[in-house]
């Protein structure tokens, strides 16, 4: 396992922060065994599923052929009764219908559909998930935030951020793409990275991505990496050389940004009409 990068946080803020969450309603979420996939549950129409939390997508999808009492066909897509999920309710929702994946694990995927308009906290250290009206996060968590721009663009969510000095402003926010700091299409991967290609690459991996295997090959970055006040020193980039511009053909985008810096910390994604993105590092609570 690669060793993550040193992060230093120069938010004065983050020290001594109260627990807020007692007032919130939240669930929690599992990982699976190789900590890839983040498992959230889902109730639809009174019943409980398990989908994959994906901010890399932009709507909720729905695994399998099974028929489900309630849903109804809606212009392509399915309209289910009665949803819940982290805490908040829906008299319906919409979601996708994919029936060529197998739905035995997981039932489905949540995507940023139902997280827009609200804030959507995600407390790694504690997994749990919480979905609230903006109007009802707490002061306490917004000031001890460290805040960063952020887009919604094409139904994805950008992040600002900094690599090697360099401002970066079309990368999105991918919770389906957990194990990943920061995955780059190949020529900017190179640039970043000073590395000429897979030959002097430091990590080879492979792994799943709906449905297929695909390599992928790492190196540290040349620089480092600042998501608003924190600073990631020299962290893992990651590329995959047989899709090398994927990300700009796919999802208008330089890269994708996972969550294996933030595993000690909480997120925030507040996405009302100027979204932005919040850090709060647990562990100077």
């Known amino acids: 396992m690669a060793q993550l990068p040193t992060v230093h946080s120069k938010n004065p803020q983050t020290q001594h922060l109260p627990d807020q969450f007692a007032g919130l309603s939240c669930s929690s979420f599992e990982w699976n065994s190789e900590k890839s996939v983040m498992r959230v549950p889902l109730s639809l129409n009174g019943k409980q599923y398990w989908y994959q939390l994906d901010t890399g997508a932009d709507v909720v999808i729905a695994y399998g052929n099974r028929p489900h009492e309630g849903w109804s ?3 392509g897509e399915m309209r289910i009764p009665r949803a819940q999920f982290a805490g908040m309710s829906f008299p319906a929702i919409l979601a996708y219908p994919i029936k060529t994946i197998s739905d035995e694990n ?3 995927t949540v995507g940023l559909d139902l997280l827009v308009g609200r804030t ?14 903006r ?9 001890a935030a460290d805040w960063s721009d952020a887009e ?11 690599l090697n000095g360099k401002e970066l402003t079309e990368i999105l926010y991918d919770t389906g793409s957990s194990p990943t700091v920061l995955d780059l299409d190949l020529n900017l ?3 970043f990275t000073g590395r000429a290609g897979a030959s002097e690459a430091t990590a080879h991996s492979k792994g799943q991505s709906w449905g297929h295997e695909i390599e992928s090959i790492g190196a540290p970055a040349t620089g480092d990496l600042a998501i608003g006040h924190h600073v990631y020193r020299t962290p893992l ?9 994927s990300d700009r053909t796919n999802y208008r985008a330089q890269g994708l940004l996972g969550n294996a810096l933030f595993t000690d910390s909480i997120v925030i994604l507040d996405l009302g009409a100027h979204p932005r993105f919040g850090i709060i590092d647990s562990r100077s609570r």
């Open 189 to 191: 991967w190179k640039e």
């Open 152 to 162: 919604i663009r094409h139904g994805k969510l950008f992040i600002k951020m900094t």
């Open 73 to 75: 066909p809606k212009e």
């Open 120 to 133: 959507f906290i995600i407390d790694f250290p504690r997994k749990r998930i919480c979905l609230i009206e």
């Open 135 to 143: 109007a009802d996060l707490p002061d306490s968590l917004i000031g």
């Open 237 to 245: 980039l990651t590329t995959i050389p047989a899709r090398p511009d």
């Open 106 to 108: 997981l039932q489905g």
